[in-house]
């Protein structure tokens, strides 16, 4: 929050109305609580990032190199001529406003230059002036001339307008959906955060984990010997709860699948009730079926921040698991509840670090079943592999389990827009859940609402930017949990059941955040498992109490 | 015709105007946005805000239930809360219904001396400020416990389920210094 005014200025400022001016004339006022921290000098030093300092987004200097502006001009240029993408959606707009009022943060903080087309107009803008000939034309005539043609030079005001704008995006492509061209928002952001990268414009919570998990393998940083004894730790809890020792492979050479899941399902409440859901259904599948399926302590993250910082440093983050799935001699690549980890996958993984003609095209070996669009990425979603399994009548379910539960489930962006999972999850939690209740049609599948914190923005000081982005999302289970009772927000996404959590306790405390393998392992009935009086979480299961204690 | 009768009777007209106004509070853009889409998913802010004007005016006419003026304040509140509002601003918007009842009423009131009547309903007015800064205080000290607390609710707790970190043992031996040695 910014600094109170004094009674002479706010008495000044007392109309009630803002001032009218466009946007071009609204300077940008960097705002606590929307504004992320600035990334520290030793994570951009690790990965060989330029101009590494200690500085602040409210510092008036934020130590840029001296050629600031040639570096970004040549940067801007280098991105037009290789994404052929970018630079049809700096010509091809043509402000038609269909995106304006679809984006989350709009929609929640009511700031116009959350609209998507404004967004992409704050790079658009310095485009025309510096790369188009009508712009250079226009500019002899001088500001007026330019302005009319929507062109400006790339200021220090412009630029901290870019780094604030920027980073209240979370690529989540809700915009694009709607825009009749096609244009994709969440292109232009990562492109803004790339050019914004050449010059050490980073956020400390992308920055961060990209060096961790440069160095360590994961997000947290976590080394291999506190994943075991994080995954020892739910293998006791396991057997607390149904009375069956699972017995997790880790790097198991010629297994039959590697496993790569987020490091937020081990290591953060709730995702590691579904991390406990996938140990149990890979001891399910072991036991019933002889399927090896492996973790690696050194693949030990699905997730990809380098994606929120530039391509070379997304390509640099996936290339581990290529080559872990070599090393291991595996056949492919199973992957866990991840948002923007599909993305990559889907989108990047097989061009960027493939081919994987090392591995075998997918195939259920229990069912037969053939993962054609897998063919080329050689990697399944856990909800496609389960959600065939259950098809085929391959696993034993138990679904009045989650019968204390009434669930709904939220499209996570990436898996959704990204890679066009719909149905498989929703297939898998009807088949676990019995009470299970459908958002609004315009806040699910396509159009579904964003968590808010995506990208790189689930950070603690931009609290106030992630409940304005997590406003419409929660607005639209605020409204099946009145009319049906839901208390369950299901999810695929492991930074999701990060955000969730925090916003619902802002939003609507009455309801829970979960994983659908969370669900999926409280119905799963393990060969040989006691009674089962709790669920995953340790909490009594309504009418299943041991009689013991009746 | 008692102000609260005349109030009554304007009621649409004043609920429109109010939230009218209440919306202006944004960037021009966002408030003919808020105006036009009547969708609840697609636009939760207008819905809620006039969703909010309507059930706090009619409690306003009837005895101003704190849990019913709650129950619709909370959620403008909680929005306004988090947007890029100062304090002020933030709950400003409520003082913007004794303009539009002094605009509405002007001429009955002069004619029907409802002055005294208005004096009071205005009094009613201020109490919802009151109630509407203590809750914007509440949503503000909620963020503030969701900013501390976040990274200990989530990974701190599952690495204490997991004993990474443990606290001091209760039945640690009690070991005193010896001091002559």
């Given at each position: 929050?910014?600094?109170?005014p ?61 050629n600031?502006?040639?570096i ?53 803008s ?11 034309i ?17 200021t ?17 492509r ?29 956020i ?29 730790f739910?293998t ?22 590697l ?6 399902d ?71 509840e991840?948002?923007?980890m599909?993305?990559?996958?889907h ?40 959600a ?22 939220h ?140 | ?11 649409t ?69 988090i ?24 001429k ?74």
């Amino acid at each position: 929050m910014k600094e109170l005014p004094n009674p002479d200025e706010f008495l000044s400022k007392i109309d009630h109305k803002p001032s009218p001016t466009g946007w071009m004339d609204t300077p940008v006022e960097i705002r606590r609580g929307i504004a992320c921290h600035a990334a520290k000098p030793d994570r951009l030093e690790y990965v060989g990032f330029p101009n590494p300092r200690d500085w602040s987004c409210f510092d008036e200097d934020w130590q840029l190199p001296e050629n600031w502006q040639e570096i970004l001009h040549k940067g801007f240029k280098e991105r037009l001529d290789r994404f052929r993408s970018v630079k049809i959606f700096m010509d091809i707009c043509v402000r038609c406003g269909a995106c304006a009022d679809k984006c989350h943060f709009f929609i929640g903080s009511g700031d116009p230059k959350n609209m998507p087309v404004v967004r992409a107009e704050l790079l658009r803008s310095v485009y025309r002036n510096d790369f188009t000939t009508a712009g250079k034309i226009l500019g002899l005539f001088g500001k007026k001339a330019k302005k009319a043609y929507g062109a400006r030079e790339l200021t220090l005001d412009v630029l901290k307008e870019w780094w604030y704008y920027f980073f209240q995006c979370t690529e989540c492509r809700r915009c694009s959906v709607f825009c009749p061209y096609g244009i994709d928002t969440a292109e232009i952001t990562i492109f803004g955060r790339e050019l914004l990268n050449l010059i050490g414009l980073n956020i400390d919570w992308v920055a961060a984990p990209v060096a961790f998990c440069y160095r360590t393998g994961n997000h947290l940083g976590i080394q291999p010997h506190a994943y075991k004894d994080m995954m020892d730790f739910f293998t006791d809890e396991i057997e607390e709860v149904c009375g069956i020792r699972v017995k997790p492979h880790f790097m198991k050479k010629k297994a039959d699948i590697l496993f790569i899941t987020p490091s937020g399902d081990v290591f953060a409440d709730p995702g590691t009730f579904t991390c406990m859901g996938y140990m149990m259904l890979f001891h399910f599948l072991q036991e019933k079926y002889g399927l090896e399926i492996t973790w690696s302590t050194y693949a030990s993250e699905g997730g990809n921040f380098g994606f929120f910082t530039s391509h070379e440093m997304m390509k640099r983050l996936n290339a581990k698991m290529y080559a872990e799935a070599k090393r291991l001699g595996v056949k492919w690549i199973l992957g866990g509840e991840c948002g923007h980890m599909w993305r990559v996958v889907h989108q990047y993984m097989d061009t960027m670090n493939g081919p994987a003609d090392f591995l075998e095209e997918p195939v259920n070996p229990i069912t037969g079943t053939k993962f054609e669009n897998a063919r080329s990425t050689k990697m399944v979603h856990i909800c496609e592999f389960v959600a065939d399994l259950i098809k085929h009548g391959k696993l034993d379910l138990d679904p009045s389990r989650n019968d204390h539960l009434k669930v709904t489930f939220h499209d996570s962006c990436n898996p959704a827009r990204g890679m066009g999972l719909l149905e498989e999850p929703r297939y898998v939690i009807k088949n676990v859940c019995n009470h299970f209740y459908e958002m609004p049609a315009n806040t699910i599948r396509e159009q579904t609402f964003c968590c808010g914190s995506g990208a790189g923005l689930n950070a603690g000081e931009n609290m106030e930017l992630r409940m304005q982005g997590a406003l419409p999302r929660l607005n639209a289970v605020k409204y099946v949990h009145e009319k049906h009772g839901v208390n369950m927000l299901s999810c695929v996404c492991a930074i999701d059941r990060a955000a969730f959590p925090t916003a619902l306790e802002y939003w609507l405390p009455e309801v829970d955040n979960c994983g659908v393998h969370e669900l999926v392992a409280n119905a799963l009935i393990l060969p040989g498992e006691k009674k089962r009086t709790v669920d995953l979480r340790n909490e009594p299961l309504p009418g299943m109490e041991d009689e013991d204690d009746e | 015709m008692s102000l609260n009768n005349l109030l009554a009777q304007r009621k649409t007209a004043i609920i429109k105007n109010w939230f009218t106004l209440a919306v202006e509070t944004y960037p021009p853009d966002t408030a003919s946005f808020l105006k036009k889409q009547k969708d609840p998913f697609a636009n939760p802010v207008g819905r809620t805000v006039s969703l909010g004007l309507e059930g706090l005016f009619n409690e306003l006419l009837k005895e101003m239930d704190y849990e019913i003026i709650t129950s619709f304040l909370d959620p403008i509140i909680r929005i306004r809360a988090i947007q890029n509002f100062s304090p002020a601003h933030a709950v400003s918007f409520i003082f913007l219904l004794k303009k539009v009842i002094r605009e509405n009423i002007k001429k009955e009131a002069l004619e029907e001396q409802l002055f005294n009547e208005l004096l009071l309903f205005e009094s009613k007015i201020d109490q919802l400020v009151m109630i509407a800064f203590n809750l914007y205080m509440q949503c503000k000290e909620k963020i503030y416990d969701l900013k501390a607390n976040e990274m200990r609710n989530s990974t701190y707790k599952a690495f204490k389920r997991a004993g990474l970190v443990r606290d001091w043992p209760v039945d640690e031996p009690d070991i005193k210094p010896n001091i002559n040695e």
